[in-house]
């Protein structure tokens, strides 16, 4: 008797459509990814307002300072003194004199001492933050030769209850 | 002549390694999905302080004109007064914040200077919440009409510090 070999059948799925899925996922997820507020810590509760629009050109450098309160998942404060969140850390705000010199002495030999002055701090504070220590980082920062400040507020309405 | 078939699998079908790609797609995949981070976008406001000295004004140049806006603070930090220079405009936050983007567009409508030539002086107290000086600061920089922002005045500053007593 004659038996007739014949060879073993791969059942093979289409994967190009999963292939182009999978490509248009990555694609949305990397636009919508923003890589620029890297810098912003997401313990500080902004105020919103209407006019805080983003900037059409986006500043070439500039140093970002979180004030805010350590909470508690529901929001309350677990200590009434506000810090300012260098790297994950908490950081009186009246201490933070010598690392704001610091950071201006690193940029005047990165970038020069005329590009140095031309930095903008940037003051992400927490709505409940007194602007009394606002101020004193502003204070801090002049004595620390940064002569650019801006303050950062939220996109919104700027209706009462909307932080 | 005779030419010789090189393969014997029917078409020469060549068959690309796709798991190895998939295994790195799926990996970005993963990457991407665990970075994204929400965030409503945001938007800040220049301002200025004067250091502690005062040097003298340059008679050369004609001196901004100076409008005050005084912020008083209750205990709590919550706000008690709203002061455009000197009269007092209430404190039914937020409704005061548009009594004193009103004044700053009559100012600033009025013709006796241009945006420019005005500057602010906004003087809070020590321990008034940052979430009052943002709309003092907003209700003095402009108002927006559709999506578009009518701009009154772009000189904002702080006035020197008040540390409270004791």
């Not at chain 2, 912020?71 to 930090?77: H, I, R, S, T």
């Amino acid at each position: 008797m004659k038996i007739k070999h014949s060879k073993p059948q791969i059942a093979e799925a289409d994967m190009t459509p999963m292939i182009d899925m999978t490509f248009q996922l990555i694609a949305f997820f990397m636009i919508v990814t923003n890589f620029e507020q890297t810098q912003a810590d997401e313990r500080i509760k902004l105020p919103t307002d209407r006019l805080a629009r983003p900037p059409l050109q986006a500043r070439e450098n500039e140093v970002v300072l979180n004030i805010g309160f350590e909470r508690n998942a529901d929001g309350t404060k677990k200590d009434p003194n506000a810090y300012v969140y260098y790297g994950g850390q908490p950081i009186p705000v009246l201490q933070y004199g010598p690392r704001l010199k610091r950071e201006f002495e690193i940029s005047k030999r990165m970038y020069g001492e005329e590009k140095a002055r031309d930095i903008t701090v940037v003051i992400r504070a927490d709505s409940d933050t007194p602007t009394g220590l606002v101020q004193e980082l502003i204070k801090m920062g002049q004595e620390a030769e940064f002569t650019k400040f801006a303050l950062k507020a939220k996109s919104g309405t700027g209706e009462p209850g909307e932080e | 002549m005779k030419f010789r078939k090189h393969s014997d699998d029917g078409g020469g079908k060549v068959e690309v390694q796709m798991a190895s790609m998939i295994d790195v797609v799926f990996q970005l995949l993963i990457f991407f999905m665990l970075t994204l981070k929400i965030l409503a976008p945001e938007g800040d406001f220049n301002i200025n302080m004067p250091l502690g000295a005062i040097g003298t004004p340059d008679p050369t140049q004609t001196p901004p004109m100076d409008l005050k806006v005084s912020l008083a603070a209750n205990e709590d930090g919550s706000l008690n007064q709203v002061f455009f220079g000197g009269r007092g405009l209430g404190n039914d936050f937020p409704a005061c914040f548009e009594r004193l983007n009103f004044e700053i567009a009559q100012i600033a409508g009025s013709g006796q200077a241009t945006g420019e030539d005005i500057e602010v002086e906004i003087k809070p107290d020590y321990n008034l919440h940052y979430r009052y000086i943002v709309r003092a600061i907003s209700a003095c920089r402009g108002r927006m009409e559709g999506k578009k922002m009518i701009t009154y005045i772009e000189k904002i500053k702080f006035a020197p510090i008040e540390r409270p007593a004791g």
